[in-house]
Structures are given as C-alpha cells and as structure tokens.
C-alpha cells in the first residue's frame, strides 16, 4: 500500500503515540519541560520517523486531524502528569498548515478551547514552529502566531539556522525563545567553522534578549562547550532520549 493511504488508514486507527523528550535548563540542571514528538507504528513496516510522514501529511492535508490528535493527546498526559503533582511545561510542534485549517479555523481558538477542556494553563504550554513556517509572506498566519501569544503561550522557533537567513522575522514575529538546530551542535567539537556560527548564533540571542535551546547534545565536550558560551537549556540523548509517557514519569521523579 502507498504511504499515504497507510497514512489515512493509521490516522482512522490510531497507529500513533507520543514520546516525550526533556529538556534541561543548564544552569540549575532542572527539567521544565519536554518536547511531544509524534511516533508512528505501522502494523507491516514497524517504526517510521516523522520525517517520511510529516510532509506526506502536510501536503495531504492529513496532518489536520493528526495535529488535532497531537495537541488532545499531549494535553491529555499533561494534565495527568499536573495531576501527580509534578510540574511541567509541554512543547508541541505545529505545521504551517495547521495555523488556519480548511474549515476556516485558525489554531488558535482549537488551542484555547483544548487548555480550557484540559485545564491547563497557557504558560505551561509552547509551540514549536519552523522557518519555513514564517518564510511565505502569509498576514493570517502571523495573526494567529500573534494570537497564541496573547493567549500567553510562548512560541519557539526551531530547527534556527537551517532555513532561510531572513532575519527580520524574528523581531517581526512574537518568538520567545530560539532552538539551535541539532546539525550545528553535531560538529562543535571538531569544526572550527561551526563553533563560530554557534557563537554568533548565541551573541544575536543575547543581544535579541532570546533565550536558547540546544538541540542534539549528545557528548559532555559539546554541554561543557555550551555551558561556556552561557546557553540556557539543552536537549539531546545526553540527557535523555525521547521518553513514553511510562518511562517519563520515573526520568523526571528521579531528576527532582
Ligand atoms: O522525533 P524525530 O527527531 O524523529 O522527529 C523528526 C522531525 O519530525 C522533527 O524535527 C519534527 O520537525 C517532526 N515532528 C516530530 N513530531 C512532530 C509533531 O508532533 N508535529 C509536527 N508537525 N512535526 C513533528
Ligand atoms: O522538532 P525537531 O526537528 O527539533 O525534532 C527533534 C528530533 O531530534 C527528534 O526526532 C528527536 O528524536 C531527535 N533528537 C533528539 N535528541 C537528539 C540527539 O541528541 N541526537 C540526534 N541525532 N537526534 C536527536
Ligand atoms: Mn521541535
Ligand atoms: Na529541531
């Protein structure tokens, strides 16, 4: 079968979870939130990351109600981790297509109307968007970008550095914090070029008053290399890989 009837079929049975992946304020080596990210078991072909479906769903249109099940189910296991007494805040990705559906609804209202359902404050919640989500000159979506942000849920820019180097956008769109893509972080250690964009990439943060994530740490060289240039939090296998729900809830009741 095509992947995107399979696609069609996984979102009508469920085929999908959640992992969720900490991430680590460097200073006070706290874990404040965790990043969803969408996992798809196919029943025939096991395991396929995101990045062969996400685009097959973006251009099919799939990826509305599959957004839908992403934001009810990350909510959903929020609530429930809140409800154990542990305090948390949850990163979901969004699409460019999702910010205005085809029915006309933008993604912010779904958002409001999902906190109120889960009871779930706006600060506890961050949206995690691309450059390219930016790139295309569209008012509707900076509309809604500025709408979440009134609703006082914080919007992360990710993959920074991978897209297109239009820099204006973020002094034009309401970002509030900076996800250093993973590809810089890989060759700290041993690219003089790439130690010179991650500083020059940290200095335009400061001066911008964003905070930074990095993404990708995998060694103690690069969180050392990091810590030096004063990052703010980290995310990566060094910390932990994606985790279950499961697994999660032990991770950050042992992290306290
Ligand atoms: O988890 P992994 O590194 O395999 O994810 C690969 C890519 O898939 C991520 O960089 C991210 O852009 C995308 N992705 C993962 N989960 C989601 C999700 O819930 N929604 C969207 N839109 N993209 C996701
Ligand atoms: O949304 P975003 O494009 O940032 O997705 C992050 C992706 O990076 C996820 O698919 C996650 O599984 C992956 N990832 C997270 N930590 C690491 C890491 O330390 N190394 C590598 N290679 N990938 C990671
Ligand atoms: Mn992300
Ligand atoms: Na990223």
Redesign the pocket.
Same mark, same amino acid.
């Given at each position: 079968m095509h992947l995107e009837q399979r696609l069609r079929r996984a979102v009508k049975q469920g085929e999908f979870h959640l992992e969720y992946q900490p991430i680590v304020d460097m200073r006070t080596g706290t874990i404040n939130s965790v990043e969803?990210? &969408?996992r798809w078991h196919d029943p025939e072909h096991g395991l396929i990351?995101?990045?062969a479906f &996400?685009p097959i769903a973006e251009e099919t249109g799939l990826i509305e109600p599959l957004g839908e099940w992403?934001l009810h189910q990350a909510l959903t296991d929020l609530a429930d981790i809140h409800a154990q007494g542990i305090p948390l805040c949850m990163a979901i990705?969004?699409?460019a297509r999702q910010c205005i559906n085809t029915k006309g609804i933008s993604f912010c209202q779904t958002l409001q109307e999902a906190l109120e359902t889960y009871a779930i404050s706006p600060k506890d919640v961050h949206i995690e968007i691309t450059e390219s989500l930016l790139i295309e000159d569209k008012p509707q979506r900076l509309q809604c970008l500025n709408t979440i942000k009134q609703l006082g849920v914080d919007i992360y820019l990710?993959?920074f550095g991978t897209g297109y180097s239009a820099l204006s956008y973020l002094t034009k769109c309401p970002i509030s914090v900076i996800k250093i893509d993973k590809s810089f972080i890989e060759n700290i250690t041993n690219k003089q070029s790439d130690v010179k964009l991650i500083r020059a990439i940290v200095m335009m943060a400061k001066n911008l008053e964003l905070p930074i994530v990095a993404e990708g740490v995998e060694t103690r060289q690069q969180w050392d290399f990091l810590q030096g240039l004063d990052c703010d939090y980290a995310q990566g296998y060094l910390i932990s890989r994606?985790l279950t729900k499961a697994h999660l809830l032990p991770f950050l009741q042992q992290a306290v």
């Open positions: 969803a990210l &969408i990351s995101p990045e &996400i992403i990705n969004i699409s990710d993959d994606p």
